[in-house]
């Protein structure tokens, strides 16, 4: 039996294996457009979408992409109908706008060429485009009113910590103040002195006529017991900052001594200082001395009565909180 004679082999490469090229193409090209996709670039994503589209299937290096639908950009960029939303989809929404921003409004190199392109553009084309991207400047505005209204919210918080503050140092003063009354109270020395405060200090006024001579800033004798006992009770704010104020009334001083009533007034407050140091225990830092004369009145200086009350030695103590600021602004 005669064999069957073999078909010559045909030249080229096998059919299957066209078709296998064809589809590694095709899956080399998927995979380069999922990473193109994946970069942040919203240039050529867009330049990308546009190539898509079944009216205009080109991509261009450097001029411009026509389209039956949408505006022409510049730089092959594009405004697709629809485009925002895809932009969205992928998360680059805001960087898309800002780059049409960019292109619109530069004079760089991209829209020169577009210029030399297509000379006859309408004008009417790139308001158009404008109007559909926000501009820089209803971005700042934005921007300035978010500003203002997060200091005023600051500001609205300040003033909130500041009336806490208060009422806090208020509510200080206010213990300190039952404080001290029982301890004058108990040292028999409530009627010699007049007690106020505030939401910074407990003030004590001590009348200059017990104190002081007309004239003079030496502490008097029969003076010494009493100055004993409101020693024995800064002892017990040694802590806290004290203040301690000369006042006169507005009657010229006579006296050779001292050049003015304000020199009389700081002279008493610091012999005052040095004697409640020199019979207590306490911070030199934290004590202040200091003069006013005659221009922070209590009373009337038209009367005996009102001179009386003006000419005084004023103790301020200070609560927690206001210590802490001033000593806070020494350091």
């Keep these: 039996m005669a064999k069957r004679k073999e078909k010559p082999a045909e ?78 989809h992928i998360g680059v929404a805001t960087e898309a706008k800002g780059n049409n921003n960019e292109n619109a ?18 004008q009417d084309i790139t308001e158009e485009f404008d109007s559909h991207n926000p501009s820089d400047k209803d971005t700042t505005e934005q921007m300035t009113a978010e ?68 004239g003079a800033a030496d502490i008097r004798k029969d003076a010494t017991m009493f100055m004993q006992r409101i020693a024995s009770v800064l002892e017990k704010y040694k802590d806290c900052m004290i203040e301690i104020e000369g006042h006169t009334d ?26 409640v140091e020199d019979n207590a225990e306490l911070i030199d830092k934290n004590m202040k001395a200091s003069g006013y004369g005659e221009t922070r009145p209590v009373a009337s200086n038209a009367t005996e009565e009102g001179r009386a009350k003006n000419r005084r030695v004023t103790i301020k103590i200070h609560n927690q909180i206001s210590t802490s600021l001033q000593q806070d602004a020494m350091e």
């Design 147 to 214: 500003s203002t209204e997060s200091e005023e919210k600051v500001e609205l918080s300040n003033e909130e910590l500041r009336e806490q503050a208060k009422e806090l140092g208020e509510q200080q003063s206010a213990e300190m103040y039952d404080e001290i009354s029982e301890i004058a109270e108990s040292y028999d020395i409530d009627d010699r002195i007049v007690m106020d405060y505030n939401s910074q200090y407990v003030s004590l006024d001590l009348n200059g006529a017990i104190l002081f001579d007309a």
């Design 11 to 88: 030249e080229g490469s096998p059919a299957w294996m066209a078709t296998f090229s064809d589809l590694m193409n095709l899956l080399l090209c998927f995979f380069v457009l999922l990473f193109a996709s994946s970069t942040t670039d919203a240039e050529k994503i867009m330049r990308i979408v546009a190539s898509f589209n079944p009216d205009s299937f080109s991509i261009m290096e450097a001029g411009s992409i026509s389209l039956t639908e949408g505006q022409i950009i510049s730089g092959g960029v594009t405004q697709l109908p629809g485009i925002e939303s895809f932009m969205e």
């Design 250 to 275: 507005n009657i010229p001083i006579s006296s050779g001594k001292y050049e003015s009533n304000r020199y009389l007034s700081t002279a008493r407050a610091n012999k005052v200082l040095e004697f």
């Design 105 to 122: 409004n530069s004079g760089a190199d991209v829209g020169e060429d577009y210029k030399d392109t297509s000379p006859e553009e309408p």
